[in-house]
T-cell receptor
C-alpha cells in the first residue's frame, strides 16, 4: 500500500533465532500497529505505538518486543522464534488512532519458523 | 471488549446491491464502527467507518441503527472484485487510543 512498507515480505528462520520485522511509513502518522493473522483466529493485535518511544502491549504480545525510535519506523522483534510464531504479520498505521480516520495496512510479511 | 457478530458467509450476484449486517449490542457510546475488507493474500483495506450518523463514501455506505446496536455495510453494485472477507469492528479503547479488535468477518462471494 502507498505510504506503508513491510520488510521482508517473506522469511524462513530456524527455531530459537531472533527475527526482526520492519514497518516503514511515509505518512507521518502518529499511530502504528503490529498484527498477526492465523487461520481460525483472524487478525490479532501484538503491540502498538502511539508515538516515538511510546508503545504498549496488545492481545498476543508474549514472545514479541517492539521499538519505535523514529516516527517512520516500527520494528517487531521475535526474541527467540518458535514454530507457534509462524504466521502472516501485518503492520498498520493511523493518523488519529481510529477516530476520525481509518487504518492503512501493509501488504504483510509471511514468516515461517522451522 | 465490545464484540461484533457477523454471518460467516454471504453470496451476491454481480451488479446487485449487497447488504452486510453486523450486530454489536454491547457497543459503548464512544465506540466507532469500522468496516474493513481483505482480499486473498492481501492486507485489510479500509472501507468506511462512522459513529452515529449514516456515512457514504466512494466505496460503500454505512447504515447505523438508531440505538447503534447494529449496522449494515451497503455495496451498491457488487463486482467480482468485491469478493473478500468483510470485517465489522468496534474501536477498542486500550491505553490512550482506540485499537481495532478483529473478529472472523463475513466472506462475501460474488457470482457473475
Amino acid at each position: 500500500d502507498a505510504g506503508i512498507t513491510q520488510s521482508p515480505r517473506h522469511k524462513v528462520t530456524e527455531t530459537g533465532t531472533p527475527v526482526t520485522l520492519r514497518c516503514h511509513q511515509t505518512e507521518n502518522h502518529r499511530y502504528m500497529y503490529w498484527y498477526r493473522q492465523d487461520p481460525g483466529h483472524g487478525l490479532r493485535l501484538i503491540h502498538y505505538s502511539y508515538g516515538v518511544k511510546d508503545t504498549d502491549k496488545g492481545e498476543v504480545s508474549d514472545g514479541y518486543s517492539v521499538s519505535r525510535s523514529k516516527t517512520e519506523d516500527f520494528l517487531l522483534t521475535l526474541e527467540s522464534a518458535t514454530s507457534s510464531q509462524t504466521s502472516v504479520y501485518f503492520c498498520a498505521i493511523s493518523e488519529s488512532g481510529g477516530f476520525n480516520y481509518g487504518y492503512t495496512f501493509g501488504s504483510g510479511t509471511r514468516l515461517t519458523v522451522v | 471488549d465490545a464484540k461484533t457478530t457477523q454471518p460467516n458467509s454471504m453470496e451476491s450476484n454481480e451488479e446487485e446491491p449487497v447488504h452486510l449486517p453486523c450486530n454489536h449490542s454491547t457497543i459503548s457510546g464512544t465506540d466507532y464502527i469500522h468496516w474493513y475488507r481483505q482480499l486473498p493474500s492481501q492486507g485489510p483495506e479500509y472501507v468506511i467507518h462512522g459513529l452515529t450518523s449514516n456515512v457514504n463514501n466512494r466505496m460503500a455506505s454505512l447504515a447505523i441503527a438508531e440505538d447503534r446496536k447494529s449496522s449494515t455495510l451497503i455495496l451498491h453494485r457488487a463486482t467480482l472484485r468485491d469478493a473478500a472477507v468483510y470485517y465489522c469492528i468496534l474501536t477498542y479503547y486500550g491505553g490512550s487510543q482506540g485499537n481495532l479488535i478483529f473478529g472472523k468477518g463475513t466472506k462475501l462471494s460474488v457470482k457473475p
